[in-house]
């Protein structure tokens, strides 16, 4: 069974730090993207950051360009989004998304195969 366990959300004051954490298990997929998508209230899910994890690729929205990086830790199945000098506008509960077919953009929120349950992210102006 695929599972997604997202981590490290929390309440932060803008310009802070968080670490956001998605575990993964059950996979069986050779190549395989993992995805970071966040849906703000009232606002579509939209895609934040993606890591190939066959060939560490990456590629990050606009908005979080410069500020967030994506890493991962093949030994413990584990992707990190590090999220710098954070924005009001960067409130959100961020989820993490396996894409095995890659048929699609890597932002699609379509495509994705399996989805984590996701963790609140706010940031105080």
């Known amino acids: 069974e695929v599972q997604l366990v997202e981590s490290g959300g929390g309440l932060v004051q803008a310009g802070g730090s968080l670490r956001l954490s998605c575990a993964a298990s059950?996979?069986?997929?050779?190549?395989?993207?993992i995805v970071w998508f966040r849906q703000a209230p009232g606002k579509e899910r939209e895609g934040v950051s993606y890591?190939?994890?066959?060939?560490?690729?990456?590629d990050y929205a606009d908005s979080v360009k410069g500020r967030f990086t994506i890493s991962s830790d093949n030994a413990k199945n584990t992707v990190y989004l590090q999220m710098n000098n954070l924005k009001p506008e960067d409130t959100a509960v961020y989820y993490c998304?396996?894409?095995?077919?890659?048929?699609?953009?890597?932002?699609?929120?379509?495509?994705?195969?399996?989805w984590g349950e996701g963790t609140l992210v706010t940031v105080s102006s």
């Open positions: 998304a396996v894409d095995s077919t890659q048929n699609s953009g890597w932002d699609d929120v379509g495509g994705m195969d399996y």
């Open positions: 890591i190939s994890w066959n060939d560490g690729s990456t």
């Open positions: 059950g996979f069986t997929f050779d190549d395989y993207d």
